[in-house]
Antibody, heavy 118, light 106 residues
Framework: QAHLVESGGGVVQPGRSLTLSCAAS????????MHWVRQAPGKGLDWVAV????????YYDDSVKGRFTVSRDNSRDVLYLQMTRLRPEDTAVYFC???????????WGRGTLVTVTS | SFELTQPPSVSVSPGQTARITCSGD??????GHWYQQKPGQAPVLVIY???ERPSGIPERFSGSTSGTVLTLVISGVRAEDEADYYC?????????FGGGTRLTVL
């Protein structure tokens, strides 16, 4: 059974940086593309970024392009999201999700809350 | 960039059929997927590749597609189906979610 656990969230001031981690277990992590998805309080799901199984390809939503970087360590089964120049509108619960060949995300973590406030 | 549009809310009585639509110009060329999310929980995949149902998802959940419209159908709705539902698709590597539909079971 696949298991994903996010960590690294917290309270941060606008303009600062934060790095989120997602520890994977129960499946061959290096074989799957992985996504970051966020959800602002009381709002809908908002796709953030995707990284291919080997890290060779990455894509970002326009709202985070140039500020966020997704990466992975397949030797440690960990996914990362480096967030820089954070804005109050980045406040959200951040989920990591495994994506299968069909493009849908079939396993999700429980999320970690990032609050950007002065 | 592309957009996926869902109705904000749908209401049905128990035992009835709920239909939730998702419209977008990308849908004729890209698969659509549906997720269910209950308060305080992570999303759960209920339909993938327009019409496929993952193992463990009840048969009352089904999907269909026609042109630019994707539809999630929940037959014989139960109280436990009350949740937010999101469609998702992709274009040139970029993914998007629809705005979400709150299903209320009356």
């Amino acid at each position: 059974q696949a298991h994903l656990v996010e960590s690294g969230g917290g309270v941060v001031q606008p303009g600062r940086s934060l790095t989120l981690s997602c520890a994977a277990s129960g499946f061959p992590f290096r074989s799957y593309a992985m996504h970051w998805v966020r959800q602002a309080p009381g709002k809908g799901l908002d796709w953030v970024a995707v990284i291919s199984y080997n890290g060779g390809q990455t894509y970002y939503d326009d709202s985070v392009k140039g500020r966020f970087t997704v990466s992975r360590d397949n030797s440690r089964d960990v996914l990362y999201l480096q967030m820089t120049r954070l804005r109050p509108e980045d406040t959200a619960v951040y989920f990591c999700a495994r994506t299968s060949d069909h493009g849908a995300s079939d396993y999700w973590g429980r999320g970690t809350l990032v609050t950007v406030t002065s | 960039s592309f957009e996926l549009t869902q109705p904000p809310s749908v209401s049905v009585s128990p035992g009835q059929t709920a239909r939730i639509t998702c419209s977008g110009d990308v849908l004729p060329k890209s698969y659509g997927h549906w997720y269910q999310q209950k308060p305080g929980q992570a999303p759960v995949l209920v339909i993938y590749k327009d019409t496929e149902r993952p193992s463990g998802i009840p048969e009352r959940f089904s999907g269909s597609t026609s042109g630019t419209v994707l539809t999630l159908v929940i037959s014989g709705v139960r109280a436990e189906d009350e949740a937010d539902y999101y469609c998702q698709s992709a274009d040139d590597g970029v993914r998007k979610f629809g705005g979400g539909t709150r299903l209320t079971v009356l």
